[in-house]
Each structure stands twice: as structure tokens, then as C-alpha cells.
């Protein structure tokens, strides 16, 4: 029987390579079409947040880091708690609305699509061994949502999984503007103690300011942590 | 969410102090005892009515979940299962899903367990094994109106034929499908049954495929009942909490209603694509009540349909004349050759441009429909250099509301569509052309919504229609045939202008 596709919910003729068949690959979910409408974030990206470079402006960039993290660089409070950023896609309106569909509507089967580039992107950018700190939900969003996207995403890694951290809960950080975020006392807080001599990698849904993985990156560093990064599915 | 069970009674895990027990999904519980209905009891009518009529989730309702479980112990509301397990697999039982690749499981933190869900119906909030469905076993004594209708326009023959079967259907709940052709007025034949239905205590809904059309109806039906709240329902609207006894809403809000319509109109019945039909099958027959009218309105019913009605098996009546009482334009066709090929070589088959260039000689302005997204976009770029203000509009088109409106103020004289636009867009004098009529897109009632959308006032009853093809197909025949036989009928029946 042919599958039907996770997305759009129509039959398709899944592409089988012979590749697929030596290594038992299990074929995509989606239909090519569907496929076909993620962006992945390839090629010339920002050294620091991991955005793609290429459709921005030379003035909105240094060499191959962009503004925005030049003007995090030169903010001593914040400066070097993050490693690097790494993202899978580029966050554009395809994108919003599978994402939305995924966390708001809570189509958690949603996951399977994102599986292969996610796996793909992480280990060409980090270490395999890497600790995954997932970004935690409050206990209030979480029973809403009922699950947390980011430790959906952390889950797909095969790697060991920390879940320290934990949050207050407040508004929602999409109605914020950066200053706003970054005016915010730090919502995080840890659990218990680190294995410090491991890399960290915060994992996350959405890099939008990138405010949220540094508050939590300080907390980790507070903590000891030495190399802490992130990596989230979609970077706007 | 988790409730205890206590011999079928079900208490929420995090309202039960001094129960103890084990706290299952309510999909879980095998046997629930319904609680008798306690009169003494002081409801909340906020609750009550905000839930009369419906079937929604915890998460819809705005109200603190110890008020809803006290109703709950008086008798007033039940907490149902919302997906239950079939030999099979699963049924959502909001939406009717039984489709086992439209249901998934994950680690739920609402019940703490592996917990089924629907995906059919998640874009109106996830029904899964720990949530329940709530229904209210109150009734509202029906408001009845004297006389609501204000409108005072005039019905044209077929209209008002078609109108009096419509309050017959009203009156002693009958199922009735109103076929009438695209132009016929079919918003004013529904005004008598209307208000027949409420000056007899009942409830109305109609039911619309797409938002935009209960956003137009809405007002017109605040303006022909006065005195009747009238309440529009779509996706983001916020009107939820109201019960009306008359109703506009898309289709898909009929999900969240349990049993609770004595008339229901299903309007355009066919533009819903085949696989998500059972669907709103499903939705309709929840919503009405077990002995209720079922009207359906349609310009192009489906094959089944037409022959049900040829075999005198489904109650019909038609309405083969426009309002304005002028005979609907018949399409021609015209061979274009293998116009695919060319298009992807940057040309266009010669009479194709010839009709459009045409067009723009006389300024007369045009709809062009093509088969598919993927040619839309060539197509434009062939055509621009004719005239460099040719637009070409699809489905997913961020610009499609300003394009459409562009296109009536006359800035654009010609444009290029999917078959989106097959169906509400009308313009007053436009011809309309087909090019690539031989795909599979293309059916009898798609092209028969196509041709609707000439001539349609009365100051131009007439225009061109023409299909283009490499090849006819049984469809384009069936559309012409089918107009046709229309116009016969209208002509016979006295319904069309003389002279």
C-alpha cells in the first residue's frame, strides 16, 4: 500500500534509491512536494547564529558574523556565553505554519518529518559527545501543549539528554521584542548539577532573538559549563 | 487529563481529595454511569448556554473546571469519550475519523501515559484518549419569532418555486436538494424557509464551505431578520459562546455541535474535495437533529446526485433560469493542439492569444483558467508581453485578495487563474476562457462554475465562453450538455425573458 503523506495527507509514490535499499532507509513521509517546501539552511551561514547569510545585506554583516551577534559580542554581560548556534531551516512561512501545526495545535506526529535533517545537520555541526540540555516548558505550558517540542527534537539524537532546567511561568516570549527579552530576569533554573567536563548543546525550537538559549546558556555556565552551544530546528 | 473512577461516577485526578484510586484517560474507563438531572440544583446558565447545542473540549470552554464537574454531578453535563477504541483501531468521535494513518500517539503530560490522538480534526484542538467531550443536557425553551422576514425584494418564477418547497422541507423536516444554476439568487429562495422555521421555535444553520462566503451572508441575513441574532461562525471567530437560533457558519464548525439544528442548509455541497467529504458527512449528521430538514444548495451536484434525482430517489428541485431571467451563455470549444508543449517553449497556440489579444483590442476584461500552479506562473510570463498589466492569481497567492479586488476596479484586463476563482469571484462583464479544458481538474462541475461566471447581471446577461482544448473530454461535454439542457428548461417552464 502506498503511505500517505504526514503533511498534506495525500497517497504518494515514496522515492526509493538504491541506497535506500541497501541500507534499509526508511523512506520519507512526506510527499515530494511537501518536502520540496522546507528550506534548509545550507551553505554560507553566520560563524556565531548559524543564520543564512546569503540574502542579507553587506551591511547588516562583518566578514561572516552577522550584526546581531556582533552585537552580542560587544555586550560584555553576554559576550562568549554561547559558543555557536546551529539551525536546520530557514524559519519562512512554510515553516511557521508546520511549526505551529507541530507545538500549538499539538500534532505531535509532526516530529517524523523533521527527523532526518535533524539528525543530518546536528552531527555535521557538533560533537557526538555532546550533552543535550532540551529548553524547558513551565509546568502550565506544558500541561497545555502536553508535550515539549524541544525535548521532542532533543529525543531524535540518540544522545544523552539532561533535563535540568526549568522555568517560570510567563507570558509568551513571541509577543516580546528583543529588548524586552533581554530586559527579562533570567526565567531559568537548574536542577541539579552539571557533568562539566561535556559539551553542552541547548536544544530548541525556534531561534528567534536568540535571547532564550543564552539566558539558559548563562545559567549552565553559572554552573560551571565551559563549552555550551545551541541548535534549533528553525532559525527566523 | 486523568479522572478517578468511582463505580462509573468520574471525579478529575486534581479535584479528588479524599478519593483514592487509580487515575485513568477517560478513553480508558470502561463503563461510565450516566448521573441523574438534579432540578433543585443552581446551574450557571453561562455555562449552560455557552455549551448548549455542543460538543467541545475542556480547552473551549472558559469556565473553571470545578463549576463544569459540579454540573457534571447534577446531571447537566457528561463527560464523553473523545476517541474511542473499534475493532480495527480507534473513531475520533468529534469528527467520525476512523482512518488509522490519521491517528498518532506520544508521551502525553496531560494523562502521563502513551495517548492516541486524531489528526483529522487537530486543527480545532487535539482530541486524544485523556480528553474528554463535554455535552449538556439543557435545553433552552425556543424563542419564536412573529413574522422576522423584513425583506421585501421580489422572487423571479424560479425562485419562488423553488422557496416553497423549501418551507414544505421546513415544515415537515424533509431532506430537499436545490439545484440551482450559478446566478439563480439562491440566498433569497432560503429567506421564506427561514422564517417559516422561525416563527415556528426552530433552529437554523447554514453551513458554507469557505469563510468568505459566511462573512457575505451574515450581514444580508442580519438585514432580512431584524429582529433575529444572527451569529457567524468560522475559524477565529468570536462568536463562540453564543447559541442563536439562527446560525452561519463554515462547515467545519458544525464539529463542535451535537444535535442541536432543525434545519440545516448545506450550501455548495460539492466544492469540498473527495477525501475530506466523510468528514463533513460526519459533521452534518451530528450537528442536526435526529428528525430535522436537510437542505442542500448547489449549482453542480455530483454524478451520484444527478442521477439519484433522474431516478425520482433524492427530492430536488431546480432552478434553471437566472434571477435576471436571461438564458446562460453556452461555452464553445475551440482545439489549441499540444498547447503544453509550447508553453514550456515560451509560446502560445496561436487562436489562444488571438481570443485574448482580442480582449485587450476591445478592452472587454477576461478570466484565463489553466489547469495547474506550475503553468500559471509561464503562462503569465507569455502573456505579459502582450500586455505587461496581466496578472495571474492562485490558490496560495499571498496577493490574492488584492489582486481579485485589482481586478474588479479594472486594473488588471486580464487574469490568469487556478480553478479557485471557479466559484463566488463575479464581475459584471467578463468573458472567460479555458485553456488545457481536456485535464483531469477540469470536471463537469468545475467547468459548468467556470461558465457560471459570465453574464451574470442584468445589464450584461451575455459573453464568451470558451474552452480550449487537445482533445475533448466527456466532462467539457457534459457541462455544455448540461447548460443546455438548463436553458430548455428554464424556456419551458416560462422562467426566461421574452424578446
Known amino acids: 500500500m502506498r503511505p500517505y503523506c504526514l503533511l498534506c495527507h495525500h497517497c504518494y509514490q515514496p522515492r526509493v534509491s538504491w541506497s535506500d535499499l541497501l541500507t534499509l532507509k526508511k523512506g520519507d513521509c512526506l510527499c515530494a512536494t511537501c518536502r520540496r517546501s522546507f528550506s534548509l539552511i545550507d551553505s554560507d551561514i553566520c560563524s556565531d547564529c548559524g543564520r543564512p547569510l546569503d540574502h542579507l545585506d553587506h551591511s547588516y554583516r562583518d566578514g561572516d558574523v552577522c550584526n546581531d551577534c556582533l552585537r552580542w559580542q560587544n555586550d560584555n554581560e553576554w559576550k562568549g556565553v554561547l559558543a555557536k548556534n546551529r539551525s536546520v531551516y530557514v524559519y519562512d512561512d512554510v515553516m511557521k505554519e508546520v511549526i505551529s501545526r507541530w507545538k500549538f495545535r499539538g500534532d505531535y506526529a509532526i516530529i517524523e518529518a523533521f527527523r532526518h535533517d535533524v539528525c543530518r545537520v546536528f552531527s555535521h555541526h557538533f560533537s557526538s559527545e555532546s550533552v543535550l540540555v532540551p529548553i524547558p516548558l513551565s509546568r502550565e505550558r506544558l500541561y497545555e501543549r502536553g508535550f515539549n517540542q524541544a525535548k521532542a527534537l532533543a529525543e531524535l539524537l540518540s544522545l544523552p539528554i539532561l533535563d535540568i532546567l526549568e522555568r517560570d511561568h510567563l507570558e509568551k516570549q513571541s509577543k516580546k521584542s528583543r529588548h524586552e527579552r533581554l530586559q527579562m530576569e533570567n526565567v531559568f533554573r537548574l536542577r541539579m548539577s552539571l557533568p562539566l567536563e561535556k559539551p553542552l548543546v541547548i536544544i530548541d525550537d525556534i531561534y528567534t532573538t536568540g535571547a532564550t538559549v543564552r539566558h539558559a546558556a548563562k545559567r549552565l555556565r553559572q554552573a560551571g559549563a565551559t563549552d555550551v552551544s545551541s541548535f534549533t530546528l528553525a532559525r527566523a | ?499
Open chain 2, 1 to 499: 487529563m486523568r479522572f478517578i473512577d468511582v463505580e462509573g461516577k468520574l471525579i478529575p485526578e486534581s479535584l479528588a481529595k479524599e478519593y483514592s484510586g487509580e487515575a485513568k484517560p477517560i478513553s480508558r474507563i470502561d463503563h461510565i454511569v450516566p448521573l441523574p438531572l438534579n432540578p433543585q440544583f443552581s446551574v450557571s446558565t453561562k455555562l449552560l448556554s455557552f455549551l448548549e447545542g455542543r460538543h467541545l473540549l475542556l480547552d473551549e470552554l472558559p469556565f473553571p473546571l470545578d463549576v463544569i464537574h459540579t454540573h457534571y454531578e447534577h446531571g447537566y453535563i457528561s463527560y464523553e469519550k473523545g476517541i474511542v477504541q473499534t475493532e480495527q483501531g480507534w473513531r475520533c468521535r468529534r469528527c467520525g475519523n476512523e482512518n488509522t494513518h490519521l491517528f498518532a500517539s506520544f508521551f502525553c503530560a496531560r494523562c502521563e501515559t502513551i495517548c492516541t490522538y486524531c489528526r483529522r480534526c487537530i486543527m480545532m484542538g487535539r482530541v486524544s484518549e485523556c480528553t474528554p467531550l463535554l455535552v449538556s443536557h439543557f435545553y433552552s425553551e425556543p424563542a419564536m419569532y412573529e413574522k422576522p422576514l423584513a425583506w421585501n425584494g421580489e422572487l423571479s418564477l424560479g425562485q419562488q418555486q423553488a422557496a416553497e418547497a423549501v418551507v414544505a422541507a421546513v415544515e415537515k423536516n424533509l431532506e430537499l436538494l436545490i439545484w440551482a444554476v450559478c446566478g439563480a439568487g439562491k440566498t433569497e429562495v432560503l429567506f421564506p424557509g427561514i422564517s417559516r422555521a422561525l416563527e415556528l421555535g426552530k433552529r437554523v444553520c447554514i453551513a458554507t464551505p469557505r469563510t468568505d462566503v459566511v462573512l457575505e451572508l451574515a450581514p444580508r441575513l442580519k438585514q432580512a431578520f431584524p429582529a433575529v441574532p444572527v451569529i457567524a461562525l468560522y475559524g477565529g471567530s468570536d462568536e463562540r459562546g453564543t447559541l442563536s437560533p439562527l446560525v452561519v457558519a463554515t462547515t467545519h464548525q458544525l464539529l463542535r455541535f451535537y444535535r442541536t439544528f432543525d434545519v440545516t442548509v448545506i450550501d455548495e455541497v460539492d466544492a469540498f474535495p473527495y477525501s475530506v467529504e466523510p468528514m463533513l458527512q460526519y459533521a452534518v449528521e451530528k450537528a442536526r437533529k435526529e428528525t430535522s430538514a436537510l437542505i442542500y444548495v448547489t449549482a453542480t451536484p455530483h454524478k451520484a446526485w444527478q442521477q439519484e434525482i433522474k431516478l425520482g430517489k433524492r427530492q430536488a428541485v431546480t432552478i434553471p433560469a437566472r434571477y435576471h431571467g436571461f438564458p446562460l451563455p453556452v461555452p464553445s470549444f475551440e482545439w489549441c493542439g499540444n498547447w503544453r508543449k509550447a508553453v514550456k517553449r515560451g509560446l502560445f497556440p496561436r487562436n489562444v492569444s488571438a481570443w485574448i489579444e482580442r480582449r485587450l483590442q476591445e478592452g472587454k476584461q477576461a478570466f484565463l483558467f489553466v489547469p495547474h500552479v506550475e503553468l500559471l506562473e509561464r503562462v503569465v510570463v507569455i502573456l505579459k508581453q502582450l500586455d505587461n498589466r496581466i496578472e495571474g492569481v492562485h490558490a496560495e497567492d499571498r496577493e490574492r485578495k488584492e489582486k481579485v479586488h485589482a481586478f474588479r476596479k479594472g486594473n488588471i484586463p486580464i487574469l490568469v487563474t487556478t480553478t479557485i476563482l471557479e466559484r463566488g469571484v463575479t464581475v459584471p462583464n467578463i468573458d472567460v476562457a479555458v485553456l488545457g479544458a481536456e485535464d483531469d481538474i477540469f470536471t463537469e462541475g468545475a467547468l459548468v462554475q467556470i461558465a457560471g461566471r459570465v453574464g451574470r447581471s442584468a445589464q450584461y446577461p451575455s459573453g464568451d465562453i470558451r474552452f480550449f482544448h487537445y482533445g475533448k473530454t466527456k466532462e467539457m461535454l457534459k457541462a455544455k450538455r448540461q447548460i443546455i439542457r438548463m436553458n430548455k428548461e428554464a424556456e419551458e417552464r416560462g422562467m426566461l425573458k421574452r424578446g
